[in-house]
Nanobody
């Protein structure tokens, strides 16, 4: 069993940066692919980024490629999402996820509770 707790969300102006963190409990964290998803009001939850168990491979949605960076620290059981050059359309609740596979589509085994990111223009 893995429990995921996100932090780092907030209100930020367009063009600025935020870093989200996802702390995982459980001894099997390092064996999972990890990912970030987001859901904007009135929209479906969508894939943002994923990272392999050892951090050697990363995957991004086209909409965030070049602006967001996913990373992980297995010693700290934590995965990060560095978000640069934020746009108002990045406004959403961001969810951390433990993945069985990246897919596509990704197969999610565990979800966090989500953290709100709001980007003002």
């Amino acid at each position: 069993q893995v429990q995921l707790v996100e932090s780092g969300g907030g209100l930020v102006q367009a063009g600025r940066s935020l870093r989200l963190s996802c702390a995982a409990s459980g001894r099997t964290f390092s064996s999972y692919f990890m990912g970030w998803f987001r859901q904007a009001p009135g929209k479906e939850r969508e894939f943002v980024a994923a990272i392999s168990w050892n951090g050697g491979n990363t995957y991004y949605a086209d909409s965030v490629k070049g602006r967001f960076t996913i990373s992980r620290d297995n010693a700290k059981n934590t995965v990060y999402l560095q978000m640069n050059s934020l746009k108002p359309e990045d406004t959403a609740v961001y969810y951390c996820a433990g993945l069985l596979t990246v897919g596509p589509p990704p197969a999610v085994r565990y979800w966090g509770q989500g953290t709100q990111v709001t980007v003002s223009s």
